[in-house]
């Protein structure tokens, strides 16, 4: 069974960080893309950063340069570091996993697996 676990998620101050991970079991091998979607209240779903098995990665203008998405294929893990975060980044931050794919998309209904989710919440 496919399960996706996110944590990492709290409340900071703006221009600071936080590193959200995602812990993916039930896959095989690590040739699959996941990535960081993220949807604020009011607002649709959007991408934020994913990435293919072989690290080819894409982000969203809006966190180019600020945000970095890495994988540990040992660990089955995905992480987002998150850094000078704006009021604006605050969300509720997804992780999705797509086994059958070979390059990354910011397509969300291209993710058929999805976890719980975790708050980002950003102060001014």
């Known amino acids: 069974q496919v399960q996706l676990v996110e944590s990492g998620g709290g409340s900071v101050r703006a221009g600071g960080s936080l590193r959200l991970s995602c812990v993916a079991s039930g896959y095989t091998g690590s040739q699959y893309c996941m990535g960081w979607f993220r949807q604020a209240p009011g607002k649709e779903r959007e991408g934020v950063a994913t990435?293919?098995?072989?690290?080819?990665?894409r982000y969203a203008d809006s966190v180019k340069g600020r945000f970095a998405i890495t994988r540990d294929n040992a660990a089955n893990t995905l992480y987002l570091q998150m850094n000078g975060l704006k009021p604006e980044d605050t969300a509720m931050y997804y992780c999705?996993?797509?086994?059958?794919?070979?390059?990354?998309?910011?397509?969300?209904?291209?993710?058929?697996?999805w976890g719980q989710g975790t708050q980002v919440t950003v102060t001014s």
């Open positions: 999705a996993a797509d086994p059958n794919c070979w390059f990354p998309t910011m397509i969300e209904s291209m993710y058929p697996d």
């Open positions: 990435m293919a098995g072989s690290n080819i990665t």
